[in-house]
């Protein structure tokens, strides 16, 4: 168990991802001045009620499950406001609460997947979860008129399943049951499912427009 400044927000952190923010409030200036300086953690956590501006006498609920995350950049941009980059590294569970600072703090334990150490049984899982994760971008590039590059991708199972699982422009609540799920295989199995999912609903949207010009009934 530890304690972990918590950074409340409206999106799903998964262990080895990204997370862009620009801490501008005074309390996370002080929470992620803190982080720098004393080389911690701070945690992740997807509200459940609220939102992540302070807004007075706002009640915001956190799911208790979330990500620490490292930070790996920071640039400074005048007033005390910060642009940072941090990286997704393990899941906990928060135990409790503390509120002694401006900031929102919790007594955690981390919370470890159910079958990680097998990864090399998950290796059949790779070659199709790849194949999802190239057919869905090339959908979603003709969906929304832009391209995007696919290079190489994670061959570790599980770094696989996270990125899967951090692409999807699914909603938060499915991408934090994703991340609250405790066996590795029931999560690359959602995550699969979810791709099929997305999948078809662009396939479907991307045939609509032709069958609407194929049309023979006049809109008058």
Known sequence: MRKLPLFPLNTVLFPGMPLSLHIFEERYKQMISRCIDENIPFGVVLLEKGTAEERPGQEIVPFAIGCTAVISQVQH???????????????????????????????????????A???????????????????????????????????????DPLALTFLAASLLKSSTAEKQDLLQTSSVDTLIDMVKSLYRKEVTL???????????????????
Do not use: C
């Not at 393990?90 to 503390?98: A, G, H």
């Not at 479907?204 to 809109?219: G, R, V």
């Open 202 to 220: 662009l396939s479907i949207a991307l045939e609509k427009p032709n069958t609407e010009m194929q049309s023979p009934f006049s809109a008058n």
């Open 77 to 115: 941009v005048g007033m005390g406001r910060m642009n940072i980059i941090a990286v997704g590294t393990d899941r906990f569970r928060v135990l409790s609460y503390d509120t002694s600072e401006v900031y929102l703090q919790a007594v955690v334990e981390q919370l470890p997947f159910e079958g």
């Open 117 to 155: 150490a097998d990864l090399g049984a998950l290796d059949r899982h790779t070659a199709p979860l790849t194949n999802w994760i190239r057919r869905y971008l090339k959908l979603l590039g003709q969906a929304e008129n832009v391209t995007f590059e696919v290079n190489q991708l994670p061959s």
